[in-house]
């Protein structure tokens, strides 16, 4: 087996064992699976959590098949299977903490994983400190006796900080704590969470593995120590996916490698001819300097992808409209990795509500964008021409 990554994609997953020989592995739906004999089930039984056939919510072929694309392409011991991101990033925490426990969250956490710290958990008597991202080595003050997980999210969500995972990684494991990791940005594989410290990798491959913006889906990679604790007490949680859904993300991976590629070579364009535009006062794209923790990007990551932020001088309602509404190329939506480009515009003041300690130290319209697969040229001319009516907008 190869260890380059292009061939990885191709072949991840692809054991004759899946695919009997033809080159997907095919759709295997079930709920039932039925044995003619005491000693062909008590067999299954006996090897329910080590892909072998027992019962629907185990798995099924079409998902072993993904599991093992998953471990083949992050590393670790074994890849756990949600219906969405949010699921596996929820389910994650839950398998690793008991009332009375206390965990350290990064402060600029996908949203949804906040509201699930500040309600969920809380309801549960779990506490949660939220961390600033580029606290390096002031983690060590803010852990306690009953610290029990450690989550990070690097690039942080809309607002892009890169951390030092390695040296937070460290630290926590001083103090037995689990480390686990939003890995999505990565899509799991720009940036090797086992070889920095992490335990556990979660991903929603909702976005770039399943990247068609057709699928919702989660997988959360644990490395050996943790892997038997998270599928068994995932699995009491009743945690599975359809294997149209684990078939359609394993399409997805085999072309990810060559559209990660051309986001990247496209998303910097953008991001450079951003940072000279008079109306932009900084540009958050992890691999340019302008954006915090570039010096980490730069030494831990082995490349970026579509989406990133830029930061305009001011904050104009009405310019931000007319700048968004008129978009040829460019839609608003949530769930980035398609094939296809979106921009969200987010006020500085709505982030206050959304950072306990990082706060924005910018004034200005926050824009996030995922530069999709079409003419980067293209792509420039609908932001120059929004730019042209957010500015027109502003003298009016
Ligand atoms: C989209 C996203 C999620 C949630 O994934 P869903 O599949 O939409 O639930 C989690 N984390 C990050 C960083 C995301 O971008």
């Known amino acids: 087996m190869s260890d380059k990554l292009d ?5 991840a997953g692809r054991s004759k064992k899946w695919t009997k020989g033809v080159v997907n592995p095919p759709v295997q739906r079930a709920s039932t699976v039925v044995f003619n004999t005491v000693a062909e089930k008590n067999h299954a039984m006996a090897n329910r959590a080590k892909q072998t056939l027992f019962y629907g919510r185990r798995g099924t072929e079409t998902h072993f098949a993904l599991q093992d694309a998953m471990v083949e392409l992050e590393g670790g011991a074994g890849c756990a299977l949600y219906p969405c991101g949010t699921a596996a990033i929820a389910n994650a925490i839950l398998c690793f903490v008991k009332t009375g426990d206390h965990i350290l969250m990064v402060d600029g956490c996908y949203e949804p994983t906040r509201d699930y710290c500040d309600t969920i958990l809380k309801k549960m008597g779990i506490e949660t400190t939220y961390y600033d991202p580029m606290i390096g080595e002031g983690i060590r003050d803010l852990i306690k006796p009953n610290t029990t997980v450690l989550f990070t999210e690097s690039p942080c969500s809309i607002t892009m900080e890169v951390q030092d995972v390695p040296l937070l990684a460290r630290i926590a494991h001083e103090s037995d704590i689990v480390v686990m990791l939003d890995n ?24 770039y593995i399943v990247g068609h913006s057709d699928v919702m889906l989660g997988t959360a990679v644990a490395n050996e120590k943790h892997w038997d604790q998270l599928r068994e007490q995932s699995y009491l949680m009743g945690q599975c996916i359809s294997p ?8 997805g991976l085999r072309t990810m ?64 409209t007319a700048l968004l509404d008129g978009m040829s190329h460019f839609s608003m939506g949530y769930s980035w990795g398609g094939f296809e ?41 609908d932001l120059e021409q929004g730019l042209a009516r957010y500015q027109e907008m502003l003298s009016a």
């Open 7 to 11: 061939t990885k994609y191709v072949t």
């Open 184 to 207: 999505t940005w990565a899509a799991g594989v720009n940036f090797s969470p086992f070889d920095h410290g992490v335990d556990i990798s979660i991903q929603a491959a909702t976005k």
């Open 244 to 251: 149209d859904d684990a078939y359609l993300a394993m399409r």
């Open 257 to 320: 490698g060559v559209r990660l590629k051309q986001h990247e070579a496209s998303s910097i364009k953008v991001a450079n001819w951003l940072a000279e535009h008079p109306l932009v006062d900084h540009v958050r794209h992890p691999a340019l300097e302008s954006c915090p923790g570039n010096d980490i990007y730069q030494r831990d990551f082995k490349g970026c992808n579509g989406l990133f932020s830029f930061v305009l001088k001011q904050s104009d309602s009405k310019a931000t």
């Open 341 to 381: 480009s979106l921009i969200l515009a987010n006020e500085p003041k709505s982030f206050n509500a959304l950072r306990t300690v990082a706060h924005p130290q910018f004034e200005g319209t926050l824009i996030r964008v995922h530069i999709g697969l079409e003419d980067v040229d293209d792509l420039i001319e």
